[in-house]
């Protein structure tokens, strides 16, 4: 896989050129919401279609970011999402998909205290980095859950900045993280956090 040379993409720029990118090899630990082997030697168009906000918002940028990707700068970046279906901070791998997801999950009520062990954080640092031989693309994640009740022990700052990200996300992406199963719940006990952080200083 060679890089494609050529500038940023800006809002509404159409891919330079069309990029064979699909997964070769990868180690399925902490999987959650899609299965490596129903992406294994897919096009990145075709793992990322039944995600609306990826298609919409992101498919050429994605496209062209990778295809300038250079040995010499890797990119970081970082993901997260909320959870209300888990067993907790330690049930790490669930391959099933988003959209089988929807169909059995249930929206989670505020239940005060209960509210901070129903629901999961997880956050996701991830790299990609290409190598120099062989030209492919090596993507990294580093994940961390935890019960959204860890959050009474952070910054305030933590509890307001997760609460933004939540509610400025675009309509596709909310689907795709199952907001409308959490979303309340989870606002709701992230503004209490911060009002208990701010009275304990």
């Given amino acids: 896989m060679q890089p494609h040379p050529g500038r940023p993409l800006h809002n509404g720029e159409q891919p330079r050129a069309r990029q064979r990118l699909h997964p070769h090899r990868g180690d399925r630990d ?6 490596l ?4 030697m897919q096009p990145m168009a075709r793992i ?3 995600v609306a906000a990826y298609q919409k918002h992101l498919k050429h940028r994605v496209s062209n970011v990778l ?30 998909g988003f959209e089988e997801r929807e169909d059995k999950n249930k929206v989670t009520q505020y239940h005060a205290e209960k509210t901070g062990t ?18 492919a693309i090596l993507f ?5 859950q935890r019960y959204l009740r860890d959050f009474q022990d952070l910054p305030k700052g933590d509890s307001l900045a997760l609460i933004k990200a939540i509610e400025m996300l675009n309509p596709d992406m909310a689907s795709y993280k199952g907001a409308q199963f959490w979303k309340d719940a989870a606002v709701t006990y992230l503004k209490k956090c911060a009002t208990q952080r701010r009275s304990k200083l």
């Fill in 67 to 96: 295809a300038d990707l250079s040995v010499d700068s890797p990119i970081q970046r970082g993901n997260w999402a909320i959870f209300n279906d888990l067993d907790g901070p330690l049930d790490l791998y669930q391959p099933a």
């Fill in 118 to 135: 129903e629901l999961t954080f997880r956050a996701e640092y991830q790299t990609l980095r290409r190598l120099p031989k062989s030209k």
């Fill in 37 to 40: 082997r129903s992406k294994f």
């Fill in 48 to 50: 990322h279609k039944p």
């Fill in 30 to 35: 902490f999987l959650m919401r899609w299965s």
């Fill in 140 to 144: 990294t994640i580093r994940t961390f």
